[in-house]
């Protein structure tokens, strides 16, 4: 169980284009989803939480307008990365708060991760 | 002065050893601690998932929480060189909710 997909698992695009990310979460439904991302060997950055049904909660630092996020079912979020420059490659990761809420399993579980690279 | 300190590594060990891992953050308001294992170009894998002090066995796996010192800790027992990996604690305040991660600590388990 708790198991979340994303698409496509990479994705090559010139810059300037958009890129759009999916995440889902397969078996289970998800009021909460989250989106990462991450350099080579180092952590996860949390960029967003989103809630379905209303906007987005963006960390500092990151570029609403840049990184546009939609939840908008209990079972897909989705990732736009607008006007994409080569600063922006990078691994990016979504997860979604799953399992009995308040229970042993209410935590965050991972999708396999996109690869984008900007040329 | 990061919330959660993981030592990068890498720790090398030879097979069938025992694997340590610890973490150390600053906020006592954290409450929920996790372990997750992440492969090369993955995403991260729950392993462990404890709350409050104390410890949980899963397998191979134990999660220690000593919330009085503000350290977690988990062990892989009988290494394995499948166990070679990125291991990442993370917290957080209230299940479910934002979590905050150690940097990841590299482990090659040797055959």
């Known amino acids: 169980g708790a198991v979340v997909s994303q698409h496509p698992s990479w994705v090559i695009c010139k810059s300037g284009t958009s890129v759009k990310i999916e995440c889902r979460s397969l078996d289970f439904q998800a009021t909460t989803m989250f989106w990462y991302r991450q350099f080579p060997k180092q952590s996860l950055m949390l960029m967003a939480t989103?809630?379905?049904?209303?906007?987005?909660?963006?960390e500092q630092g990151v570029e609403k307008d840049k990184f546009l996020i939609n939840h908008a079912s209990l079972t897909l979020s989705t990732l736009t990365v607008t006007s994409a420059h080569p600063e922006d490659s990078s691994f990016y990761i979504c997860s979604a708060r799953g399992g009995l809420a308040g229970g042993p399993t209410d935590t965050q579980y991972f999708g396999p991760g996109t690869r984008l690279t900007v040329l | 002065q990061k919330e959660v300190e993981q030592d990068p590594g890498p720790l090398s060990v030879p097979e069938g050893a025992i694997v340590s891992l610890n973490c150390t953050y600053s906020?006592?308001?954290?409450?929920?601690f996790m372990w997750y294992r992440q492969y090369s170009r993955k995403g991260p894998e729950l392993l462990m998932y404890?709350?409050?002090?104390g410890n949980k066995e899963d397998g191979r796996f134990t999660a220690q929480v000593d919330k009085s010192s503000k350290y977690i800790s988990l062990f892989i027992r009988d290494s394995q060189p499948s166990d070679s990996a990125t291991y990442l604690c993370a917290m957080s305040r209230a299940a479910g909710n934002k979590l905050t991660f150690g940097g990841g600590t590299r482990v090659l388990v040797k055959p």
């Open positions: 906020n006592s308001a954290f409450q929920y």
């Open positions: 989103s809630n379905e049904g209303s906007k987005a909660t963006y």
């Open positions: 404890t709350y409050s002090s």
